[in-house]
């Protein structure tokens, strides 16, 4: 398997974001990203801009609904307009084009110091067919954190990871619940804007391009490298995210070479993602090459509960039944790596 790290909900000119895909792609080859995922609100106007700019994979798509039920809909070539009371409509639009759809920031509880207090969630979990969740937003996360001046002033200027906690709980357990029962893939989201705010004389940037690049990003497992050319390379990077080989880390803790987590009984080897049938040489494998022990906390989630608690960086463990097996990894106390799940299942 090959890993490629790319960042995904980005908004540029083409929409509320301050760069252009030309200074978006340079912050993300600074970052050393391999792919980026621009989603500007309504609009398909960017799709010419796609292909490899600065050796980054630019790819387009949109963020569609305005007040509630965002949703980000990739490998789309037409538009599909709001529908902000009829999710279910936008998702089977996205699906019609053979399109991806992600659900956005579902669970943000907003502050009072922005928009006052706006907040576009998600609120219809009838829905069906959408490709899985953003379980994280950074931008949404930190501007939840932010309920009063003191801490306006403290994290924008002094500490801007005091807010960020991790995935959003909530979003993660709606995800545990779906994939009792069907995949979906977990992601993580910047909402990269690089926002310019004025007040009088004074100018601050909130968030540049490149310094989310730095945060949480996904990687993504492929068979083969990824390919030169932009039509094949695309289809890598999206074939993947519909597989749910993808895991995200928070690039502010520690990058994540060489980390794996496989099922295997020695013959056949499933990685995330993948479907795996239980027997009894079943085992667990997980390995953050580099990491000193004492500064991990893994925790391995068996259909959404805690099963199996660990400092160690590289283990196996047999395991005694079928479940859905996900990791989560905080390091030096930090958020830093989420899996999606392996499906180990009894039977096909
Ligand atoms: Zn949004
Ligand atoms: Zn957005």
Known sequence: MYTVMGNIHIHSTYSDGAGTIEKIAQAAAKRGLDFII???????????????????????????NVDKHHYLALNITEEIPADDENPQAVIEAVNSQGGLGFIAHPFEKGSPLVLNGIV????????????????????????????????????????????????????FARFDAITQTQKITAIAGSDAHDWHIRRGP???????????????????????????????????IYEALKLGRVYFVN????????????VTDGHNTACLGDTFVFNDRTKLKLACPGKEA?????????????????????????????????????????????TNPIYVVDSI
């Open 38 to 64: 621009i989603t500007d609100h309504h609009t398909l106007a960017h799709l010419p801009e796609e292909g490899y700019r600065h050796g980054v994979l630019v790819l387009c798509g949109s963020e569609i």
């Open 120 to 171: 576009f969630p998600w609120l219809d979990w009838q829905v069906q067919g959408f490709t899985g969740i953003e379980v994280w937003n950074w931008c949404s996360q930190f501007r939840d954190g932010v309920q009063n001046l003191w801490q306006a002033f403290y994290y924008a200027y002094i500490n801007p990871e005091a807010p960020i906690t991790g995935p959003c709980s909530e979003a």
């Open 202 to 236: 004074l100018f601050r940037r909130i968030f540049p391009y490149e310094y989310l690049f730095g945060t949480a990003n996904n990687c993504l497992l492929l068979a083969e490298p990824l390919a030169q050319d932009t039509a094949t390379a695309k289809a890598q």
């Open 251 to 262: 690039r502010l803790a520690a990058e994540a070479d060489g980390f794996s987590f496989t």
């Open 294 to 338: 004492h500064r991990l906390q893994v925790k391995i989630k068996r259909n959404g509960q805690t099963w199996y608690e660990t400092a160690a960086c590289e283990w196996e463990k047999k395991l005694e039944q079928a479940g859905t097996y996900r990791v989560e990894i905080r390091l030096n106390n930090k958020p830093w790596l989420y």
